[in-house]
């Protein structure tokens, strides 16, 4: 096994806490237009994937077509509500200082959305330089484009990566792309739409050092 020599976080529930916020704005958005989706049920099947899925998910579910308009709809007011209500992961200012290996964010998202969340929290400093979004080479998880992306921009193959991620979506794409994967799972609920991947699960995000060590020893690698 190829020495762990970088780390790649998701974003989206595993260094920001976004998620409920953006289904409930894409819920209210829909509701406007007159159309109750399960955003609850969403937030579990759709997590981490992108909003195109989304998009197509409702339109099927009801038999229509969004106005052209919804995606900058949707964008405008989600944003405000970021400004508002995002918050960083519990401990994850911790685990990134004086962190160990090199790393970096991939993600689903849009590199603004990405940008204002990270700079929100006061995470940005960390990640400048850094950012990977599936929308520059328009290939979302659970392909596992945005991955082999990141590690390609950081000088690493994907068997020197470890990626952290938080959803189904995620796990299978760093999967498919031959990564080392751990779950970030706080909940209990969350714990079990991810431990069915057989990946490594950790409940606190610090946690992510004391795996980086134990990999480490068990395969003489120095960090």
């Not at 899925?53 to 949707?74: G, H, Q, R, S, W």
């Not at 090199?102 to 400048?128: D, G, M, R, W, Y």
């Amino acid at each position: 096994m190829a020495q762990l020599k970088c780390i790649i976080f998701d974003c989206d529930g595993v260094l920001v806490d976004t998620e409920t916020t953006s289904f409930r704005v894409f819920g209210e958005v829909l509701r406007d237009l007159g159309y109750e989706a399960p955003i609850a049920q969403m937030l579990i099947d759709f997590s981490g994937t992108s909003l195109g899925a989304c998009i197509a998910y409702v339109e099927k579910l009801f038999n229509m077509k969004l106005p052209e308009n919804f995606v900058d709809t949707f964008r405008a007011r989600s944003f405000e509500a970021f400004k508002k209500e995002v918050t960083p992961i519990p401990g994850i200012h911790d685990l990134l200082k004086d962190f160990p290996l090199p790393f970096c964010v991939a993600s689903s998202s849009l590199k603004e959305k990405i940008i204002l969340n990270l700079t929100v929290t006061n995470l940005i400093q960390h990640f400048e330089g850094k950012i990977y979004s599936a929308y520059d080479i328009q290939e979302w998880k659970p392909d596992p484009g945005v991955f082999l992306y990141a590690a390609k921009g950081m000088g690493f193959t994907p068997d020197e990566c470890l990626v952290i991620e938080d959803s189904v979506s995620g796990l299978t794409a760093a999967s498919r792309g031959g990564f080392k994967a751990i779950a970030y799972a706080e909940k209990e609920h969350h714990v079990k739409l991810v431990e069915r991947m057989n990946v490594p699960i950790i409940r606190d995000i610090k946690e992510v050092k004391s795996y980086i060590k134990s990999l480490s020893s068990v395969h003489g690698n120095s960090i």
